[in-house]
């Protein structure tokens, strides 16, 4: 791994079925090419389920890789996070069993980034409708995901906490 290109991110599996973990470990290490350990615990937001999270550091891109080794496992819930790098963009993908993927670029402290010709899409798009333009910018920004997610982050308080830092 090139340091210039070296970021790092956190893997949060926010609903995992037990018998599924080692098989998230195994893909996770798998693509970094270093075994990787999540702290599983129970997760109390659905029952039968547990929740882990992991760091990671790896190649510039590698959370796009992440995201999509998990493609295909519709039960996970999930959301990763790479910190940007000087020749790349940081970005969060969430995943849901009732929505699908969504990615998002980041910035330096994790806000999430909407392009200028998105922005200008949904104001034209609403015809000066202020709750299409609402609706359009929600969209924009996964907030659908971030309100499925929210109750399984809470139920994650009292995990460890993982602190990112600044790689480069």
Known sequence: MSAKHATRGVIFIHSVPPAVQ???EW???KLLGYRINFEWTEQ???AGMNRGEASWTGESGMGAMLATAFRGWEHLRYEI???PTSVSEGGRWSHTPGLGIFYAQTDLTGNVVIPENRIRAAIQNASGDPDEIQRQLDLALGQAW???L???RYAGAGAPVRWLHRVG
Do not use: G, I, R, Y
């Open 27 to 29: 893909a996770v290490s």
């Open 22 to 24: 080692k098989h998230v």
């Open 44 to 46: 109390p937001a659905q």
């Open 146 to 148: 971030d309100d499925e």
């Open 81 to 83: 996070t790479e910190e």
């Open 150 to 152: 929210e109750p399984f």
